[in-house]
């Protein structure tokens, strides 16, 4: 009975937090993520999500005072600092009753313009886990999915608290 309702609270399996540097340079590439090892189910477009979450990403650290652009797969990184990573899960259907099924879930690392890694990191969201959000009622539950693990990689960033998703 406790393990379901810490199941159903969210709280089964806590990410491991790891301390890292607090990324301050002055401009920051987010590379859009890559799609090849993806779980997807979805009915939109799949091929944008790499970029949409990329897009979103480079948005959160702006809004947060960082000056940083989203650029293709393809093309060089511009930045002192660069976000790159994968996303693994992408699931619209229906969440289950404990909603432990995550709708988005992506990886990657922060490195420095020299390609030394700086941190890794992981985040992943839940149906469950988002709150209906009143200006985003037009959204799908993949777009608000993606939008929260943005928020959680651009707080990683600013915070230097990295988290990873558990094993």
Not at 33 to 53: C, E, M, P, S, T
Not at 92 to 107: H, I, L, M, N, Y
Request: charged residues 20%; hydrophobic residues 45%; proline residues 5%.
């Amino acid at each position: 009975m406790v393990v379901a309702l810490l199941a159903l609270a969210g709280c089964s399996r806590a990410p491991m937090v790891v301390p890292g540097p607090r990324v301050t340079s002055e401009s920051i590439t987010v590379v859009e993520f890559d799609l090849d090892q993806a779980n997807i189910h979805y009915q939109g477009v799949r091929q944008d999500l790499g970029w949409k979450l990329a897009s979103a990403i480079a948005a959160e650290l702006i809004a947060r005072g960082y000056s940083a652009d989203a650029i293709p797969g393809a093309a060089a990184p511009r930045g002192s600092a660069t976000i790159r990573g994968s996303v693994l899960v992408v699931d619209e259907r229906k969440p289950s009753w404990f909603g432990s099924t995550p709708c988005f879930a992506a990886t990657g690392t922060v490195a420095r313009d020299d390609g030394a890694v700086l941190a890794h990191f992981g985040t992943s969201r839940t149906a469950a886990s988002i709150a209906p959000l009143r200006f985003a009622a037009n959204l799908s539950q993949v777009d608000r999915c993606l939008r929260a693990v943005a928020r959680d990689i651009a707080e990683m960033i600013e915070t230097g608290q990295y988290r990873d998703l558990p094993s």
